[in-house]
């Protein structure tokens, strides 16, 4: 069914209407009210699927559209191939959890992330133009520019250190080609 349809989602939606239109025509209306512009896709790529009628509108401005035999027995031999070929291992399985029931004697103590040991000397350094306000992160194969690399963990570093300590962090190039980046305390 809509072979000439290669676009999945396109394919799919064909399909909806077209269930659309057999409901609405196996029911007590014997007909579906459907927008014009999408009656008319469909029939243009299943021309013995639907007849439509313009003449007769609903409040919104669909029109009828009536599935032909053909389309409800296509429609049919599709849900009964679909529902054939469908694995048993896609089909849901339910599983039931069982939990352990404990009784506690002392209350566990929360453990929340903490603090975490800083990947960087931010802690250590001095204020500029002390002795020891900055360090160097060489430039490797895997972080060629590590400054722009530090830039988010310097940033952090200033938020974590408000008001007390401030940081940035600088390029360091020789001869045009960048060999690493400073880390300074500012203040």
Known sequence: MFESVKNKTHKQGFLSLLTFIVGGTQGEAGFAYVPKADAEKLLKVEPTFITLDASVKNAQGQIKAVATSVAIEA????????????????????????????????????????????????????????????????????????????????A?????????????????????????????RTK
């Open 156 to 184: 952090s570093a200033n938020k974590r250190y408000k008001g007390v300590k401030e940081f940035t962090v600088r390029k360091e190039t020789i001869e045009g080609k960048t060999t690493g980046a400073l880390v300074i």
């Open 75 to 154: 429609l049919t031999n599709q849900a009964g191939n679909t529902a054939q070929s469908e694995p048993a291992a896609q089909k849901e399985t339910v599983t039931t959890t069982t939990y352990e029931i404990r009784t506690l004697t002392v209350l566990p103590a929360i453990l929340r992330g903490g603090k975490k040991a800083d990947s960087y000397p931010f802690e250590k350094l001095a204020a500029f133009p002390d002795a020891g306000n900055s360090f160097f992160v060489p430039a490797t194969e895997a972080k060629p520019n590590p400054a722009k690399n530090l830039a988010s963990t310097v």
